[in-house]
């Protein structure tokens, strides 16, 4: 049984809530896809309401707390010592896409330390949860990072910077050394599951740039209650400043982060 904190139970609420309606409007895109002007404007208003019903969920439950969200950006609580951290449509691409690969996420932080994480893709009802010192879980399944030690056996995720973005041909360079050293790369479209997959042992690493706080909050919680790593490019632990992030057990973190960094664009 996963463990529950008062907390996480709130959370795991607000994320099942939310879920309800976004399934119906992943099911409703179908039928947009077809249309000329797209589902932009329909995806723009699911993530806004999710995040709404997330935020309405968890001031019920926890008045007070502050919040960072994708949609919302920083919203100062008169309790300074808690936030959440909130991604309402992680993977937007892919749900807009019809591809059932995205997730809410919810992370909270005390006293400016990350201490519970709820990684939920409402399509496949895979729920991950993760409270400091109280292990990692998926559904209720307690979660363990892959034990492999050998890099050509191992299949690393990443995400690529897309139209607009920075950082093409360092990416590039990368997944030439990552694509040679190993057994393959994958880029799913959603880093919270990303890092819920290497909690899960079903990616053996990942990384990526440019990453925002509350694509990752709960990520890293999960991750190291998996016992794995994680890190910045530089091996410290400014991944929610600098939005980079290296991933791996505890073997393979070092070589995937020298590997990285050998990288010449
Ligand atoms: C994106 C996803 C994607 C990653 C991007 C993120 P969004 O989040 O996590 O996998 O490569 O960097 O921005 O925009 O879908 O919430
Ligand atoms: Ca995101």
Known sequence: MPYLSPALNVMVAAARKAGRPLIRDFGELENLQISMKGPADFVTSADQRTERILIEELTKAR???????????????????HRFIIDPIDGTTNFMHGIPHFAISIALEREGHLV?????????????????????????KRLRVAARTDMGAAVIATGLPFMGKEGHARASAEMALVMNATAGVRRMGAASLD????AAGRFDGFW???LQAWDIAAGIVMVKEAGGVITDMRGGDQMLSNGAVVSANDPLHPRL????NSAKP
């Open 257 to 260: 982060l020298k590997l990285l």
């Open 208 to 210: 990526e740039h440019g």
């Open 116 to 140: 519970s994480g709820v990684i939920y893709n409402p399509v496949t009802d895979d729920l991950f949860t993760a409270e400091k010192s109280h292990g990692a879980y998926l559904n209720e």
């Open 195 to 198: 890092l819920a997959y290497v």
């Open 63 to 81: 008045p007070g707390y502050g919040f960072l969200g994708e949609e919302g950006g920083a919203v100062e609580g008169r309790d300074k010592t």
